[in-house]
Nanobody, 127 residues
């Protein structure tokens, strides 16, 4: 079983930056791809970016179109932590951001989800 804890959400002005942190623990953590998803009020949850498992060296990061060029996902394998660096934030980025894990490729995780997720962290972007 995987346990994920998100942190780093905050109120930020449009155009600002924020880094979210996902701390991952549990059995076989190294075999799980980890991704960031978000859910805005009244909308369905959507994928933002996903990164491959520690053991999947050839599995590259995957970004949804809305995140390309502005967001960067990274993984600190020594500390079982996944980050989402966000720049150029927009008001439409206001949402609860969740990290989610699953034993699959990064691109698949972003499409179908992983089955394990945290409690979320609130990001609010003011205009």
């Amino acid at each position: 079983q995987l346990r994920l804890v998100e942190s780093g959400g905050a109120l930020v002005q449009a155009g600002g930056s924020l880094r979210l942190t996902c701390s991952v623990s549990g059995r076989s953590v190294e075999h799980y791809a980890i991704g960031w998803f978000r859910q805005a009020p009244g909308k369905e949850r959507e994928a933002v970016s996903c990164i491959g498992a520690k053991v999947a060296i050839a599995d590259s990061a995957y970004y949804k179109d809305s995140a390309k060029g502005r967001f960067t996902i990274s993984r600190d394998n020594a500390n079982n932590t996944v980050y989402l660096q966000m720049k150029g934030l927009k008001p439409e980025g206001t949402a609860v951001y969740y990290c989610e894990g699953g034993p699959r490729r990064a691109s698949e995780l972003c499409i179908v989800g992983g089955g394990y997720w945290g409690q979320g962290t609130q990001v609010t972007v003011s205009s």
